[in-house]
């Protein structure tokens, strides 16, 4: 059989291994959170934001993100019907509405316009995402937010290291989270980030995090309903020497995406998933629409991609359409790209050969 070319997957080096080394041997007893301290100090200061603050999931730091800044029943949150359904969820977890709106067909995040639709006076947050590594159109979301009074939440898990007009993400909505999955660009296994400037977000979600422990009357004592979310240092040792390599790992990314778009360019009906001008993307995941040029079933190409060992992954269902959510949204971009997307391999240990390979299957199943 050929060689596994794997969706996703990390690069680690001697640099990772020393730094878990070192993290289990003396990341304990007075050094318990030493990785964890250094790994929100540093991915603070590379985004050039005020706090971090490090959980054991992302999933964990959007539950927390949308709890600290007061999400209840009865709210309504405007959120990209095109996501991994932890988006959505962890805005349900506060009991809170999501509304769902439809994406941007070149870019695949969520469409102004119909965010713009979507307000009621119940509406009290946006949820964008910047999908798979490229970033939404902050400028018109942030006015829309600015004349509205909403906050702005980034869900930017998979969208370490990319850029808006210059300006990196995370860094425009009232708070943002990052993602250490190991699938992600930079990885610990599990693990995931919350960042803002807001000192009163950023306190209560350090609350919420641990146990909404305050001992204000004993030790151990909790003021409110909280969770254990917390990171440990094993983790946390890992993301951070996966941070500190951030822009080689951009780059092994932007060099795949290189290959797929010089690979791809000649195939009729193939819509790549290109940044924008004025947006850097990190490409963590290569992306392609299939257009009506192409009458060959999205899912058997990626069968047949899958039977020469060549692992794919379909564009995510409608978040909207899960039995969770009561209301039924059109969105139909978003159900083109369901039907028809594609997201094509991207791990680390990658070369120009195997993408080559990959390209040439994709040419021939589609015919």
Same mark, same amino acid.
């Given at each position: 059989?050929? *060689? ?24 304990? =007893?007075?050094? %318990?959170?030493? !990785?964890? *301290? ?12 005020? %706090?971090?603050?490090?959980? !054991? ?5 959007? !539950? ?5 800044? @007061?999400? $209840?029943? @009865? ?53 964008? &995402? ?12 942030? $006015? ?6 909403? %906050?702005? /939440? ?9 850029? =808006?007009? @210059? ?16 699938? *992600? ?9 919350? &960042? ?61 995406? @290189? ?23 990190? =490409? ?9 040029? /192409? ?14 060992? /060549? !692992? ?49 299957? /994709? $040419?021939?199943?589609?015919?």
């Amino acid at each position: 059989m050929n *060689k596994r070319i794997s969706f996703a997957g990390p690069s680690i080096t001697d640099r990772e291994i020393d730094s878990v080394m070192d993290a289990l041997k003396n990341g304990w =007893y007075e050094n %318990y959170d030493m !990785h964890v *301290k250094k790994l929100e100090k540093t991915f603070a200061d590379y985004l050039g934001v005020k %706090y971090a603050l490090a959980t !054991h999931c992302c999933t964990q730091a959007l !539950h927390l993100a949308c709890a600290a800044i @007061g999400l $209840k029943e @009865g709210d309504e949150v405007i959120v990209t019907d095109f996501s991994w359904v932890a988006t959505a969820y962890a805005v349900a977890y506060t009991g809170a509405k999501c509304v769902f709106a439809d994406i941007e067909p070149e870019t695949w995040t969520i469409d102004p316009d119909c965010l713009r639709k979507a307000i009621t006076e119940k509406t009290r947050a946006i949820m964008l &995402v910047h999908t798979f590594g490229h970033p939404a159109g902050m400028d018109e979301i942030m $006015k829309i937010a600015k004349e509205n009074g909403l %906050y702005v /939440i980034e869900d930017a898990a998979p969208a370490l290291g990319a850029t =808006y007009k @210059g300006r990196k993400v995370g860094t425009f909505g009232d708070v943002a989270c990052f993602s250490f999955q190991g699938a *992600k660009m930079a990885v610990s296994g599990e693990g995931g980030i919350l &960042v803002t400037d807001n000192e009163e977000i950023y306190e209560r979600a350090k609350l919420l995090s641990s146990m909404g422990r305050t001992d204000s009357e004993a030790v151990f004592w909790s003021d409110m309903l909280g969770y254990q979310y917390t990171m440990g240092n094993l983790a946390a040792s890992l993301a951070l020497s996966q941070l500190l390599r951030v822009e080689e790992l951009m780059k092994i990314k932007r060099d795949i995406f @290189g290959w797929y778009e010089q690979g791809l360019s000649s195939a009729p009906g193939i819509r790549l998933v290109k940044e924008k001008e004025g947006c850097k993307s990190n =490409y963590c995941y290569p992306s392609l629409l299939l257009t009506d040029e /192409i009458v060959a079933d999205r899912d058997e190409i990626i069968s047949g991609l899958k039977a020469l060992n /060549i !692992h794919c992954r379909p564009a995510f269902p409608r978040m909207s359409r899960f039995p969770v959510f009561e209301q039924r949204y059109e969105n139909p971009v978003a159900a083109l790209v369901e039907r028809r997307g594609i997201s094509l391999p991207s791990a680390a240990n990658l070369n120009k050969r195997d993408v080559s390979f990959v390209c040439e299957s /994709i $040419k021939r199943l589609i015919g």
